[in-house]
Structure formats: structure tokens, C-alpha cells
């Protein structure tokens, strides 16, 4: 009889264990998934702990910090998140933690687990893919931890205008207007190469043509002599004008 009973007794606790352990409260401290962005207040320390994971570890005063869209279980979105003081960093190397060099002062945009500590000493964690590195892919949601880069110190600082050297023109002076038209006319009111020789020599414009503009002067009859004196014009220094003996 007594047999029985304690069979009974056992059978009914199994039937009753799944509905007790659903209706426990979990032991987990109080957190919520949080994405935001802080200064680095201590220097970071590579650590190994005793599971053999690689961790690295610093404290963080956020500056911004609110809870994330995707939320683990349990999760308290009314949770106060700590912005006054530092809070630590475990960044999980083993787990698919992107490694980063961090120093003391440096900004960062993060995403992780934020644990409230009841002893103290609030921590955020899990700021790392959930991808199945470490334990079951998805059981937690995925976080990072990126370096902000300071613009002040990747952009380059301009030299001075006094500090940058006179360039040589390379390029073709702009023309004023179409000044090869003068010619262009003068040849169609009948005016000799000589005679257009003798203007352009004693003019001296930049006349700066383009291939357009040379096919126009020959199809209205100027001469290759002609043309190349507008090209050499305004570019070549004119000869002295020789010593008149005395």
C-alpha cells in the first residue's frame, strides 16, 4: 500500500513539474536590449575567463541609450538605464565579437543586453551576433560594437594659401567673346594675307581656336599661314625692336 502511494506521489509531481516550472519567476536579473552610443571610460582589457573565452572588457558612460526594436525574453522595456555613471562592457571575442582597438576617451555606437545588477555594478553583454557561435543560433538578439571615428582626426588639415606654391598655367586662356570673328570678316570683305598677317601681328589677341572654329576661318578662304599666326598670337613674346644706331 504504501508502495502505491509513493508511486502516486511521484507520478503526479512529473504530470505537475512543467506547469510548476512555467509559473516560476526567472532568476535573471532585470535587462533589456538596448541600442546606444557612449564614451569609453576606462582603458580595455583583454580577459580569458575560466570557460576559455576570450572577452574584452571596459567600462562605458552612455550617452544615449534606448531599448532595441527585437527584445530577448523576459525582457523589461521600463527598465532605468544608467547614463550617470559607467557602466561595464563584456564584449565576447569567442562568440563572434568583432575584434576593435578601443581607447580610453574613444566614442562607440553599441548594442547589447543591458543587465541591472542588484549587488551593483550594472553590465551589458551580448554584444555580439546571434549566429550560433556560442550556445543556439537566436537565443538572444544580435548586438555590436563599433568604434565612432573622429572626423577631426581623419580629415585632413588644408595648407594655407600662403603655403601652396604659384602653378604654371597649363591650360588655354578663355577667349573674350569670338575674337577670330574680326578676321573672319576681314577675309570676306577681301582683305590679303598680308593684310591679315599685319593685323593679327599687330593686334597680339589670343584668339584660342578650336577645331570648329579653324575649319570655319579655311572654308572662308583664310590660309594655313594666317591661321597658324592667330595659334602662335598672344603666346610667343614679340621681338625686341633692334637699336636704332645713332
Known amino acids: 500500500m504504501l508502495r502505491r502511494r509513493l508511486t502516486a506521489a511521484i507520478f503526479g509531481l512529473l504530470v505537475l513539474a512543467p506547469a510548476l516550472l512555467r509559473g516560476a519567476p526567472s532568476r535573471k536579473s532585470p535587462h533589456v536590449q538596448i541600442v546606444g552610443e ?8 583583454e580577459t580569458v575567463h575560466k570557460n576559455r573565452r576570450r572577452f574584452l572588457e571596459f ?20 527598465l532605468a ?15 563572434g565579437g568583432a575584434p576593435l582597438h578601443l581607447e580610453k576617451g574613444d566614442r562607440i555606437e553599441i548594442a547589447g543586453e543591458y543587465v541591472h545588477v542588484p549587488k551593483g555594478g550594472d553590465l551589458i553583454h551580448f554584444t555580439h551576433p546571434a549566429d550560433g557561435s556560442c550556445g543556439t543560433a537566436g537565443g538572444h538578439p544580435s548586438g555590436y560594437l563599433r568604434r565612432i571615428a573622429d572626423a577631426s582626426k581623419t ?9 601652396v606654391p604659384d602653378q604654371p598655367w597649363r591650360g588655354t586662356p578663355a577667349p573674350a567673346g569670338r575674337p577670330y570673328a574680326s578676321i573672319l570678316d576681314a577675309k570676306r570683305d577681301g582683305a590679303s ?3 591679315l598677317l ?4 599687330r ?4 584668339y584660342s581656336l578650336t577645331t570648329a572654329q579653324i575649319q570655319e576661318l579655311r572654308s572662308a578662304g583664310v590660309s594655313s599661314s594666317v591661321i597658324e599666326a592667330m595659334l ?4 610667343t613674346p614679340r621681338p625686341a625692336a633692334a637699336a636704332t644706331p645713332r
Open 203 to 206: 593686334e597680339g589677341t589670343v
Open 81 to 95: 538605464i544608467d547614463t550617470s555613471r559607467p557602466v561595464k562592457v563584456v564584449h565576447d571575442l569567442s562568440c
Open 232 to 235: 602662335r598670337s598672344g603666346r
Open 193 to 195: 594675307d598680308a593684310e
Open 38 to 45: 557612449g564614451t569609453v571610460a576606462t582603458a580595455p582589457k
Open 155 to 163: 580629415a585632413p588639415t588644408p595648407r594655407p594659401v600662403s603655403a
Open 198 to 201: 599685319a593685323r593679327v601681328e
Open 59 to 78: 567600462e562605458v558612460r552612455l550617452v544615449s541609450a534606448r531599448p532595441a526594436a527585437d527584445q530577448p525574453s523576459g525582457a523589461d522595456r521600463a
